[in-house]
């Protein structure tokens, strides 16, 4: 199984991105799905979470800014963030993983990160 993020960039605070992660290997519409990131000095933290049947799950601190969602056509899954803020700074990884009740388990299966850098 390959993930391939692409879409950091620069980006000013309120302003918007789109990252993607492209699937091979598996099919994405079949497993759990989510979004992690990393800011300097910090412990990688989930950001938004998908199953198979397309229930979500967001931290507090992106829910109702942040969106993920896939198109099983391109077996890619998105993320689109709103209303960006200068503590969103970090590199986002999409990973593969599980549902335990409520609870998403990563997998050792990342994509290779992409930056996202919110300037004030």
């Known amino acids: 199984v390959q993930l391939q993020a692409s879409g950091g960039g620069l980006v000013h605070d309120g302003g918007s991105l789109r990252l993607s992660c492209a699937a091979s290997?598996?099919?994405?519409?079949?497993?759990?799905m989510a979004w992690y990131r990393q800011a300097p000095g910090k412990e990688r933290e989930l950001v938004a979470a998908?199953?198979?049947?397309?229930?979500?799950k967001y931290a507090d601190s992106v829910r109702g800014r942040f969106t993920i969602s896939r198109d099983d056509g391109k077996n890619t899954v998105y993320l689109q963030m709103n209303t960006l803020k200068p503590e969103d700074t970090a590199v986002y990884y999409c990973?593969?993983?599980?549902?335990?009740?409520?609870?998403?388990?990563?997998?050792?299966?990342w994509g290779q990160g992409t930056l996202v850098t919110v300037s004030s």
């Open positions: 998908m199953t198979s049947s397309g229930h979500t």
């Open positions: 290997g598996t099919i994405i519409s079949s497993v759990s």
């Open positions: 990973n593969k993983g599980l549902f335990r009740a409520t609870n998403y388990i990563a997998t050792a299966t």
